[in-house]
């Protein structure tokens, strides 16, 4: 099982934001929604190059035909490569910041 994330820090003059999976973060101006943030799919081409060179695949939109999103805490039976990193993982934890 996996968990999704978003983090929003507001300063007097910068939003960041970070986010891992597909959780979203929206700010409302002018009564109109402004996204900040994008769900982690696997049809995002980053997302899909880093799943194909941890030795995974998509299938039916899903990573090795399971999981639909590609960043998450937890989902660990996607995380077992010894050899690379956790940010480089087919499901990884790491967050895209902005």
Do not use: W
């Amino acid at each position: 099982m996996g968990c999704t994330a978003n983090v929003v820090l507001i300063t007097p003059h910068t939003i960041f934001v970070a986010n891992a999976g597909d959780s979203r973060s929206v700010l409302c101006r002018e009564g109109k929604a402004v996204a900040l943030s994008e769900d982690h799919k696997p049809d995002s081409p980053i997302e899909e190059a880093r799943i194909k060179k941890a030795g995974g695949m998509i299938s039916m939109g899903r990573v090795n035909g399971g999981l639909n999103l590609t960043r998450s805490f937890g989902d660990f039976d996607y995380k077992r490569n010894k050899s690379l990193s956790y940010g480089e993982q087919m499901i990884t934890c790491k967050p895209d910041v902005k």
